[in-house]
């Protein structure tokens, strides 16, 4: 059987309804305790696994899938983007209205990333300024950036100041001071939610070489990548917001996984998954929200 026709099957099994937590076949299980230095999460949107894998408008992307390592079975959490990107960061929905702009007060990575001594950013893509808290501006949506609705970063400058454009994602490459967390957001020209595809693999193709490619992340132990979408297109509500792309690429990642046979087991991850692993990476133990509870995902890091 080959590769795609394996996904389809599974596809239509979650479709289905007829696989839940995970398939009955089986594969080998990482039982890595991996650490790293710098996790990094670039968001896509709106845009489902059908639409994204083997489609010839987005071949960085494809690439990346076919060499690094790909959750099969992962799916958004809800419908609007919101909900998603709180999930990735507080373990909660939150709310579903894309126009939401109040302080959000609950247990956050933020907080627990402080509380480990540990630095983050968020890399925001025309952003107003470094340090904004407000709504959307031009192509900056305010929704896409989760960090900045917390009451960790809120009303504290040090904290806001982590709140910066894109570019200085450069700049501290560079600058060898690369934070120990980065949520990397493009604009709604470069995410896929107002421009194409092809736009959106476009901008990846231009600007994760640089990050994959930088000495502090290109060497065991130092970094990890992952590539998502927040959600699928609204036609496809299976576990809440549909079935997406996630794609992890680093020097710890299992290549080329999983591998192109049968017999492989799927787990169902969904966002609070990835909030957990990304924490997981950077030595923390206690994990926001759904993250404390949900499917840990060392099956994708290289065993000893």
């Given at each position: 059987?080959?590769?795609?026709?394996?996904?389809?099957?599974?596809?239509?099994?979650?479709?289905?309804?007829?696989?839940?937590?995970?398939?009955t076949?089986?594969?080998?299980?990482?039982?890595?305790?991996?650490?790293?230095?710098?996790?990094?999460?670039?968001?896509?949107?709106?845009?489902?696994?059908?639409?994204?894998?083997?489609?010839?408008?987005?071949?960085?992307?494809?690439?990346?899938?076919?060499?690094?390592?790909?959750?099969?079975?992962?799916?958004?959490?809800?419908?609007?983007s919101?909900?998603?990107?709180?999930?990735?960061?507080?373990?909660?929905?939150?709310?579903?209205?894309?126009?939401?702009?109040?302080?959000?007060?609950?247990?956050?990575?933020?907080?627990?990333?402080?509380?480990?001594?540990?630095?983050w950013?968020?890399?925001?893509e025309?952003?107003?300024y470094?340090?904004?808290?407000?709504?959307?501006?031009?192509?900056?949506?305010?929704?896409?950036?989760?960090?900045?609705?917390f009451?960790?970063?809120?009303?504290?400058?040090?904290?806001?100041?982590?709140?910066?454009?894109?570019?200085q994602?450069?700049?501290?490459?560079?600058?060898?001071?690369?934070?120990?967390?980065?949520?990397?957001?493009?604009?709604?020209?470069?995410?896929?939610?107002?421009?194409?595809?092809?736009?959106?693999?476009?901008?990846?193709?231009?600007?994760?070489?640089?990050?994959?490619?930088?000495?502090?992340?290109?060497?065991?132990?130092?970094?990890?990548?992952?590539?998502?979408?927040?959600?699928?297109?609204?036609?496809?509500?299976?576990?809440?917001?549909?079935?997406?792309?996630?794609?992890?690429?680093?020097?710890?990642?299992?290549?080329?996984?999983?591998?192109?046979?049968?017999?492989?087991?799927?787990?169902?991850?969904?966002?609070?998954?990835?909030?957990?692993?990304?924490?997981?990476?950077?030595?923390?133990?206690?994990?926001?929200?759904?993250?404390?509870?949900?499917?840990?995902?060392?099956e994708?890091?290289?065993?000893?």
């Amino acid at each position: 059987m080959t590769k795609r026709a394996v996904l389809s099957m599974l596809v239509v099994l979650f479709t289905a309804g007829l696989l839940t937590a995970q398939a009955t076949l089986e594969t080998k299980q990482s039982l890595a305790n991996v650490q790293v230095q710098h996790v990094f999460i670039v968001m896509e949107e709106n845009h489902g696994w059908n639409s994204v894998v083997g489609n010839q408008q987005m071949p960085y992307l494809n690439n990346l899938i076919q060499q690094n390592s790909t959750a099969y079975g992962y799916f958004g959490d809800t419908h609007p983007s919101i909900g998603n990107y709180f999930m990735l960061t507080t373990g909660q929905i939150i709310t579903n209205n894309d126009g939401y702009g109040g302080t959000v007060s609950v247990d956050n990575v933020v907080r627990d990333l402080l509380a480990a001594g540990k630095t983050w950013k968020e890399y925001s893509e025309s952003i107003p300024y470094q340090g904004y808290i407000g709504g959307d501006s031009g192509l900056y949506a305010e929704r896409h950036n989760p960090l900045s609705y917390f009451s960790d970063v809120r009303g504290n400058q040090t904290q806001m100041n982590n709140l910066v454009d894109f570019s200085q994602l450069a700049v501290d490459i560079a600058n060898h001071t690369l934070p120990n967390y980065g949520f990397i957001v493009p604009n709604l020209n470069d995410d896929a939610h107002n421009g194409t595809l092809a736009q959106a693999d476009t901008w990846l193709s231009n600007n994760i070489p640089q990050l994959l490619n930088s000495p502090d992340f290109n060497t065991p132990g130092g970094g990890l990548l992952i590539i998502t979408f927040d959600e699928a297109e609204t036609s496809d509500s299976n576990f809440g917001g549909g079935h997406v792309v996630w794609v992890a690429i680093g020097p710890d990642v299992r290549k080329a996984y999983p591998p192109a046979k049968s017999e492989f087991r799927v787990q169902l991850y969904q966002h609070e998954s990835t909030l957990r692993f990304m924490m997981q990476l950077l030595g923390l133990s206690s994990y926001p929200g759904n993250a404390a509870t949900a499917p840990d995902m060392t099956e994708f890091i290289l065993g000893d």
